[in-house]
């Protein structure tokens, strides 16, 4: 395989020598021999001093088998029915760590090598330079020599400062109290619309604290922007990760980072979603369990469950709201997944996209009882999602693009219309996230503490008479109560007993009690859920009239912190993205209020309203003045996320303001 040099990487190529010695002459050749994997891409892309070792990162050098191994890890390091092995005691002639040479201070200064005691695929570990030679080298590139051929590199050595936190070469350990119990580790490239979803599930069903986001290149759809602005509402430490495939070094490179900070860490994907019935269904609180109760479990493997689209019309395009809303179709159980307790993975940080490796002593529990925690996966969605996702594959051991291409010929496949892949409805995670999340009627277990109602229609706030007259329209003789300010609320009751409808912005999302995240029991549930949204710009400006007391409801019902942003309108332009997409997760239907018809509003609610309306009289009318905000005056403020507010003003039918 020829070498390129580029500008970016310190090319270091090296003559075969064999025994090396420490500072041996690097020689370079034109061509090297070592084994390169699929991907054609040899690269040292990252490193992590440890106060006794350090760690590196390298793709593309296929250790097995063409390594000898000589370390078992014994029974607990087991996958598939075949024992994992570690390279260890091998020598230095075969692996090493390389820190090249140059000019330092006007001396030259030979290239280093330092012992590799370590090896797993794409993760390293090797011993620092002696005390004296650490500042030497300081700032030298540093790579691996393969055989005696020494592999591209974009990382440079620092040694360890005390500052940068603990560390030891059995794991960077944490100290006693860590600031978060439950995290989780995600790579992600072109899926960011899903991570609102994701990170609201999981926070606040499963208690999630923090999330580690590998950002795996993913600058088309905003994945910074996004992960900043939702970092408002839970932590968010975001890790440029753009080399692929890379993901068996992710999961140990998070591995080690979340030791720092978490008792437990989970390692599901964005299309991944956890649900229990165990207790109070929340996986923070089971791992709490199994600690007191079972202190040598050092992770727990949860069954996965594959999902697929319902009907044809979900293959072909992606459907408006959130996955799991969309996607009841159970095709079988596939694999496991874990939750780890970081600081318990063995010092090699091995393991696999589903599992890893343990310190002696301690062991995993693989969860396949009915009863049990299972993870949903929603590999199979719309095509426009499946084959983004497989146009790059994060794990080396995965098939390309091409191989699952195949069977999928067209938009229009009958792939997923195979009975195969649609064993059974599903919608026990459907219902589950209803019930926890919102007010809508989900299930027969989903219980309020009142009867249900009709209808409630959600938004933004900010609508003013528009709502007033609204609820005047759902009425059989109905009395209507009206609140005021811009989180207009109101309901409406037939002779003062039956509540028919609710238009209240707050009640958009519903918050769970920690001690009940299966069935919250709120003082009132409804049938349906309609979202209202009106011009884009208008209900913007209307948002940044919210008092004080209404931003400490937001913080409430999602986290979102309004002293997070001092911008005003930058505040509403966020808020507005969050809770439109929101919404959008569980409603029904979605309508303009500048345009929806008393008659059809009515027949959607499933109301028997005033004979006497006009079939098409309006709800609300429309505007003759333009707002006063513009989208360029918001572009300046933040250009991306403004970009995604257009995006979704577009889907509502703004076609004009966007």
């Known amino acids: ?19 090396t010695p420490a500072h041996a002459e690097v020689k370079t050749t034109a061509s090297a021999s070592f084994h390169a994997h699929n991907d054609g891409d040899s690269l040292v892309f990252d490193v992590v001093p440890t106060a006794t070792d350090i760690i590196v990162f390298a793709k593309g050098v296929k250790a097995f088998p063409h390594i000898t191994v000589h370390m078992n890890y014994g029974p607990e390091c087991t996958h598939g029915g075949q024992k994992w092995k570690n390279l260890s005691n091998f020598g230095s002639s075969t692996v090493v760590c390389l820190f090249q040479g140059g000019s330092n201070n006007g001396q030259q200064v030979l290239p280093f090598r330092s012992h590799v005691h370590s090896i797993t695929m794409q993760i390293y570990r090797c011993e620092h330079p002696p005390g004296d030679l650490q500042a030497t080298y300081s700032g030298a590139p540093l790579t691996l020599e393969v055989n005696g051929i020494a592999l591209p590199t974009s990382v440079t050595y620092a040694p360890f400062r005390h500052s940068d936190g603990p560390g030891s070469s059995a794991l960077i350990s944490a100290a006693p109290s860590k600031p978060y119990y439950l995290c989780s580790c995600m790579t992600m490239w072109y899926r960011t619309e899903f991570l609102l979803e994701w990170l609201r599930y999981h926070g606040l069903a499963h208690g999630v604290e923090k999330l580690f986001l590998y950002d795996n290149d993913s600058g088309l759809d905003f994945l910074a922007d996004v992960a900043k602005m939702l970092g408002s509402m839970l932590p968010i430490e975001r890790v440029w990760w753009p080399q692929f495939p890379t993901q068996l070094a992710y999961m140990g490179h998070c591995a080690q980072r979340a030791a720092q900070q978490c008792e437990w860490v989970t390692f599901f994907d964005i299309d991944e979603f956890v649900y229990s019935k165990k207790g109070t269904g929340r996986l923070a609180d089971l791992l709490r369990r199994v600690e007191v109760n079972e202190p040598q479990v050092a992770a727990l493997e949860i069954q996965m469950i594959a999902m697929s689209p319902i009907n044809a019309t979900t293959v072909v395009k992606k459907p408006i709201g959130g996955v799991v809303h969309n996607y009841n179709c159970r095709w079988r159980a596939t694999n496991v997944k874990s939750v780890i307790r970081a600081s318990l993975v063995h010092p090699s940080l091995y393991g696999g996209v589903h599992f890893f490796c343990y310190k002696e002593g301690y062991r995993k529990v693989t969860l396949l009882s009915t009863g049990n925690p299972v993870l949903y996966h929603y590999k199979h969605q719309a095509w426009e999602i499946y084959s983004r996702k497989y146009q790059r594959r994060a794990s080396p051991a995965s098939k390309p693009f091409d191989d699952h291409a195949g069977r999928l010929d067209t938009p229009s496949t009958k792939w997923w219309k195979e009975t195969r892949f649609c064993k059974a409805k599903d919608y026990t995670i459907h219902f589950h996230t209803l019930c926890a999340l919102s007010y809508r009627v989900a299930g027969p277990n989903c219980t309020a503490r009142r009867p249900a109602a009709q209808v409630l229609v959600v938004g933004t706030g900010g609508l003013g008479s528009g709502m007033t ?44 009690p920690v001690n009940n995240t299966r069935n919250p029991n709120p003082l009132r549930r409804y049938r349906r859920i309609f979202h209202l949204v009106r011009d884009p710009l208008e209900a913007i400006v209307a948002v940044t009239t919210y008092s004080e007391r209404e931003w400490v409801i937001v913080h409430r019902l999602i986290g979102f912190d309004a002293a997070y942003y001092p911008d005003p309108l930058l505040r509403a332009l966020h808020f507005w993205v969050i809770w439109n997409q929101l919404i959008e997760m569980t409603a029904d239907w979605r309508f303009r209020v500048e345009d929806v018809a008393f008659v059809d509003l ?4 499933g109301l028997h309203c005033d004979s006497n309306l006009v079939a ?31 995006q979704q003003a577009r889907s509502y039918g703004y076609m004009d303001s966007a």
Do not use: Y
Not at 1 to 19: D, N, T
Not at 622 to 646: E, F, G, M, Y
């Open 616 to 646: 098409g009289e309006r709800v609300f009318a429309r505007t003759k003045d333009a707002p006063s905000l513009t989208w360029a005056k918001l572009s300046a403020l933040d250009p991306n996320i403004t970009s995604i507010a257009q």
């Open 469 to 512: 007259w609204m609820l005047l329209a759902l009425r059989r003789s109905v009395s209507a109560a009206v609140g005021g300010g811009p989180a207009v609320t109101a309901t409406a009751a037939a002779g003062g007993k039956a509540v028919l409808a609710t238009v209240d912005w707050t009640k958009a999302v519903l918050r769970p």
């Open 1 to 19: 395989m020829r070498m390129r040099l580029r500008h970016a990487f310190w090319g270091v190529l090296a003559g075969i020598v064999a025994p």
């Open 602 to 605: 009515c027949a959607r609610a």
